[in-house]
């Protein structure tokens, strides 16, 4: 049986194995996503699949909605049709219980799916439609980015500043063009929605747009009122958010359950620059979403499925609870830790005795004291479900090389903020041990050796041949080189810290530990057992 239209008629054989289907009418749904549309979402991610479509669909099942999402990718016409148009359009999501049981159920929330360059002109008109209430994006830390490591716009950026809105081929780039669009049409209120884990991701969205806004102004390609369109919240608005569910790449154990269900065409397919997009979407079951509440055309009842609607304050406080101490940086740690001592699956990394005493480290000893609490979630009992059930599951198909990815873009945001406030409460930097750990443990993965000594693949990164080139000539078991010299570029770098880690003292701290788990073989698992002396 494949997944699609025709096949959810055989309903029989969905119940059979235990696979409950969409109730409500997909083609009115997706007929209304064209002419009245309500929400456009950017990213056709693991994490928008099972988490926001999931939550989306109840509402068109109880009725409380009825255009379907639009969801906006950078992919051509035929990776659409490969990895989303063969199966109409459907997701099949796996939810994976701590206790061994599983959840399954067919995802048809999503209309369609468009491409920003072969569907432009459609999604132009989405964008402009006076009904759109919500545009939000799961684009990951490295979308927000638009310079190089020498504080450079990257050329396609800069390009775009130097060109008209209707010339646009960035990302950022054709986001700020639309918005134009919509301004022109008709000062067209509208939401912003960032979901990604970036610290005040409102305002990262916000700064995108008004840098571009600005050039292309200064450039007379657009009049001086659109930045009066921009920066008024009752036209154009920037909520803030914090979203939090762990979603893994399309795991085979998942996919061999379902072709053994009778299932076909499960298989993965590489779409961009080696993503791997299936049909379906297997997650934890744990999920959390914190959004500002802040709409000025109106949005879906979003309240009555568990997401949390509140001021900014709050959100700020959940989001820098969650990236900046208990979670995130915890996923960082283990990943390249994991890596490094060839662990496959997250959840026995952290059985590893002093890779889980790290995790607390970070986690209690140096984040939380410095974490304000929330009050709607409890940042305590949050480290204690991420680190006692989340992580742990065994039926979780997480790996530290799929979290590693992109380490560069994710370091500043989830560790920088910690940095920042010991540093605004005159806390003592000598205090922290774990986090410039995990630094030093960050500059030895990108050696590519484990400590075992055997070479291994580091996880894509945009910025990679760049600290790589900084690193050339260190070598396993050769500590002649001055790593002094070699390490300060980047350790002086506060855009990958979040400050200069020299002028907070913990720059010769980390390498300090460089230089020990550059020493020889197994210095890695040296150092880590040294952790067991330090009280938690």
Not at 113 to 122: A, E, H, K, S, V
Not at 313 to 339: Q, R, S, W, Y
Not at 390 to 419: C, H
């Amino acid at each position: 049986m494949k997944l699609n239209n025709e096949s959810l008629k055989e309903k029989k054989f969905w119940e059979d194995v235990d696979i409950s289907l969409p109730d409500f009418d997909r083609q009115k749904s997706i007929n209304a996503a064209l002419t009245t549309p309500k929400w456009l979402h950017f990213g056709a991610g693991n994490i928008f699949r099972a988490f926001p479509a999931v939550l989306y669909q109840e509402l068109l099942e109880k009725g409380l909605e009825t255009a379907g999402l639009v969801v906006a990718v950078r992919y051509d016409k035929e990776t659409i049709k490969k990895c989303f148009n063969r199966f109409d359009d459907l997701t099949l999501l796996v939810t994976l219980k701590s206790n061994g049981s599983t959840d399954k159920k067919v995802i048809a929330s999503i209309a369609s799916y468009l491409g920003m360059d072969c569907d432009y002109d459609t999604l132009k008109n989405i964008f402009t439609n006076p009904s759109l209430q919500m545009v939000s994006f799961t684009i990951t830390e490295k979308g927000y980015n638009l310079i190089n490591t020498n504080d450079e716009y990257l050329p396609e950026i800069a390009d775009d500043l130097n060109s008209a809105p209707c010339m646009a081929k960035s990302f950022p780039g054709r986001i700020t063009a639309l918005c134009f669009e919509r301004y022109a049409k008709g000062c067209f209120p509208l939401a912003l929605v960032s979901m990604d884990n970036c610290s005040n991701n409102g305002d990262k969205l916000f700064a995108i747009i008004e840098i571009f806004a600005k050039s292309w102004i200064e450039k007379g390609f657009v009049d001086s009122a659109f930045m009066d369109y921009i920066c008024n919240p009752k036209k154009l608005s920037f909520p803030c958010t914090m979203i939090d569910k762990i979603t893994p790449g399309p795991d085979r154990e998942v996919q061999k359950k379902l072709e053994e269900l009778g299932l076909d065409d499960m298989q993965s397919t590489i779409a961009g620059k080696n993503t791997l997009i299936a049909p379906f979407v297997n997650a934890e079951e744990t999920q959390y979403l914190v959004i500002e509440d802040s709409f000025p055309n109106g949005r879906p009842p979003l309240e009555k499925t568990g997401i949390f609607f509140t001021n900014r304050k709050t959100v700020e406080k959940v989001e820098k609870m969650k990236v900046g101490t208990c979670l995130n940086p915890i996923h960082t740690a283990l990943a390249i830790f994991g890596c490094l001592l060839g662990y496959k699956r997250m959840n026995a990394a952290i059985k590893d005795p002093d890779l889980l005493k790290l995790a607390k480290g970070i986690g209690y000893k140096e984040g939380l004291p410095v974490v304000i609490d929330p009050q709607i979630i409890n940042p305590k009992k949050f480290i204690d479900e991420v680190i006692n059930v989340r992580i742990p599951n065994p039926f979780l198909p997480d790996t530290p090389q799929r979290i590693a990815t992109d380490s560069s873009q994710k370091i500043p945001v989830r560790f920088g903020g910690t940095l920042k406030a010991y540093k605004a409460l005159g806390k003592d930097f000598k205090e922290l041990k774990f986090i410039p750990l995990v630094f030093a443990g960050w500059l030895r993965y990108l050696l590519g050796i484990d400590d075992n000594g055997n070479p291994f693949e580091v996880s894509p990164d945009p910025l990679y041949e760049s600290l790589k080139s900084d690193l050339e000539g260190i070598k396993l078991g050769q500590c002649q080189i001055d790593i002094h010299n070699k390490l300060k570029p980047i350790l002086s770098n506060s855009s990958l810290f979040g400050l200069d880690l020299y002028e907070s003292a913990l720059g010769s701290r980390v390498e300090e530990y460089f230089t020990q788990m550059i020493s020889g073989t197994g210095e890695v698992r040296k150092l880590l057992s040294i952790i067991g002396e330090w009280r938690i």
